[in-house]
């Protein structure tokens, strides 16, 4: 970042806001001539544009290619679905695409939290499924209960053999009735963790899956090794190893009372927590991820959150509808 926005932060907040409708508005495609010659013009009228363009541009990682992506996975057109949208209002659409870009910031940001609430293709074949900023207690026919955490989806598996529940997406709490003759097991793509007790928090990530121990001892185990955890413990499996993590276990699992307690946190993993209770994607800046987290955060209001977490941290926190991308602080 120049030297001129670091000291200049009301003039960084423009520009930032400033390249976000423009970011938003390039990747809908619905761009006309003229929208892409002004924003050629605005792009070279200052290096400030540049730099704040360049540094948006490789922190969000092109995000309308991962909606394009989730809905291929959904079967749902996302430029049918976009045009259908506009063509609501076809008159506004032509003259706020001549003065301005506010309209169709609107309308995709529209289609993009619309999207955001249909289920991708893990949730179409789970049994059970949570939505954003909702938990579900389910009862399992043998007794046993499990509770999901938001945007978290399950498919249940019981036969003569085994209890076998796989963690499509999301976060669970299992609270297991003991049953000596079919283990019950808890699979994601990495791990399975057989419950030897009663109660355990399972999360899943794209590499890997925590494993938080509430009461007595659960079995971790990838495909080379296992690994018995005891009572409070919290390990990390991925396909190779399995790690300690130095946290509480009832800290991790502390989300199923709609609270998050959280020390010494990066930024990264404190975001991916809240992103299940958040409507609208949250992006971080590289600079951004490291920053370290503490205190007690209350999942019914992530918009309080990150006002919190503005005040408190290095952080700034730029918001255009529900998008939300956050920079850190020179």
Known sequence: MTDELKNNPEQLDTVMLQAIDWMVLLESGLTTEQNQQDFQQWL????LHQQAWQNLQHDIDRP??????QSLEANLPVQAITKTVLQAKKRHTKRMLKGGTSFVIIAVLGTVLWLQQTRPLSFIQADYYTQTAEQKEIALKDGSKITLAAYSAIKVDYNAQGRNIYLLDGTLIADVKADPTRPFVIHTEQAQME???TEFMVQKHKNYSDLAVLQ??????????????????????DQDQIHDVNIAANQLASW??????VED?????FITLIKPYHNGPIYL???????RVYGVF??????????ILQSTQPIKVYKKLDLVYINAKS
């Not at 309308?64 to 992506?69: A, D, I, K, M, R």
């Not at 946190?265 to 993993?269: A, D, K, Y």
């Not at 209350?298 to 006002?307: E, G, P, R, V």
């Open 44 to 47: 070279y009228e200052n290096p």
């Open 64 to 69: 309308f290619q991962q909606l394009q992506q």
């Open 195 to 197: 419950a030897l007790g």
């Open 216 to 237: 007595h001892t659960v079995k971790a185990s990838n495909i080379h090794q296992s690994k018995v955890v005891e009572q409070g413990q919290v390990v990390r499996v």
């Open 256 to 261: 199923k009372d709609g609270v998050l307690q």
């Open 265 to 269: 946190m990066p930024l990264s993993e």
């Open 285 to 291: 800046s590289e600079q951004a991820k490291t920053i």
């Open 298 to 307: 209350y999942l019914n209001d992530t918009d309080k959150i990150l006002q």
